[in-house]
């Protein structure tokens, strides 16, 4: 993989996950009129993401596995499901912020510490 696809890929993950954690938070104090675009937003955030991330496990570690990269997807799929769960569950905003917020540090963490890799 080339310095200069790697960036890219970079820039690219790291602002789909801003853009998914902004809406996701977005939908918990939403009007419920804004579900459709704001789930739509979500799940194309979501889906680049997933494919960025893949990609770059695929360039920087050739896919093989680590125990931190599973921990990271777990994340990535907490806080995709959570934008949906926002509009449904109003009375658990609360808990479900802290969940998002414990979910994005945690992949933060798994990135920076990689914690598990032999």
Known sequence: MNPHELDTLH??????????????FFAFAGAPETRKRVLMITGI??????LTGVRLWQGV????????IAIKLV???GLSALSGVAYRKRDAANLLMLVALAL??????????KPFSS
């Open 104 to 113: 994005a540090i945690t992949a933060v963490a798994m990135v920076y510490v």
């Open 11 to 24: 820039v690219l993950h790291v602002s789909s996950v801003l853009v998914l954690l902004a809406y996701t």
């Open 75 to 77: 994340c990535w799929l």
């Open 45 to 50: 955030g979501s889906l680049l993401v997933l």
């Open 61 to 68: 570690y050739s896919f093989h596995f680590f125990a931190w």
